[in-house]
């Protein structure tokens, strides 16, 4: 088991969060790349989790930043309740963070259009074309995948700005767990694991 979090101190911990947070948007084998992202279900369907992508992390405005599709379920749940939260764990480190966040869907402007701009000459770029939104339910016979073209109606990619307000900590270790509570202003508490 790593020993990394056995010295660490109060003040260095978020530095060190926000280390591994700005890391894993470059690397695709960072277990940090593909957290859970919780949000609250419309008309009490109850907590709706899916897998995400990070694509990128400010540490300097605590903003953490997801691609997704304007049409996409996550997107109606976010403008109705913009509360979050993101869930990722890392074997490597034994580490558990949850961090609570006020989302911002963004499906217009200049951050969207540089988002395409990245996305666009990818593969990716085709889960932001399709011409019919995500969980559509398919009728008999209808095609599984009904792609369409830029040129034709446009791409449907949002980026989903999170501004976290708050991470829980967990480290994992043989000679006692260590929790503790994070928050933008520098204000950190220690808790019970
Ligand atoms: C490894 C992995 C990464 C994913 N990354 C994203 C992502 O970055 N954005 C996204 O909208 N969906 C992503 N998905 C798909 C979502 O988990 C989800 O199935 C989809 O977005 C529909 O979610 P919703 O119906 O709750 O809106 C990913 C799935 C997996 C398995």
Redesign the pocket.
């Known amino acids: 088991m790593p020993q990394e979090n056995s010295e660490i101190s109060a003040d260095d911990l978020a530095t060190r969060l926000w280390q591994e947070l700005t890391r894993a948007p470059h690397d695709r084998h960072h277990e940090w790349r593909?957290p859970i992202l919780a949000t609250q279900g419309i008309d009490a369907s109850g907590p709706?989790a899916?897998?995400?992508?990070i694509?990128h992390a400010d540490a300097a405005s605590w903003t953490l930043s997801?691609?997704?599709?304007a049409r996409?379920?996550?997107?109606l749940e976010l403008q109705s309740q913009p509360l979050a939260q993101l869930i990722f764990w890392s074997k490597r480190l034994n580490w558990q963070l949850r961090v609570s966040a006020v989302a911002t869907v963004v499906v217009r402007g200049e951050q969207v259009e540089a988002a395409w701009e990245r996305v666009r000459q990818s593969r990716a770029a085709a889960d932001y074309l399709s011409t019919l939104p995500?969980?559509h339910i398919q009728a008999a016979g209808e095609p599984a995948s009904s792609d369409s073209s830029e040129s034709l109606s446009g791409h449907h990619l949002a980026v989903l700005s999170l501004k976290v307000s708050s991470m829980d900590w967990l480290a994992l270790r043989q000679d006692g767990h260590r929790r503790a509570k994070l928050k933008p202003c520098g204000s950190l508490a220690w808790l019970v694991p």
């Open positions: 593909t709706q899916r897998t995400v992508v694509r997801i691609y997704t599709d996409s379920p996550k997107c995500p969980g």
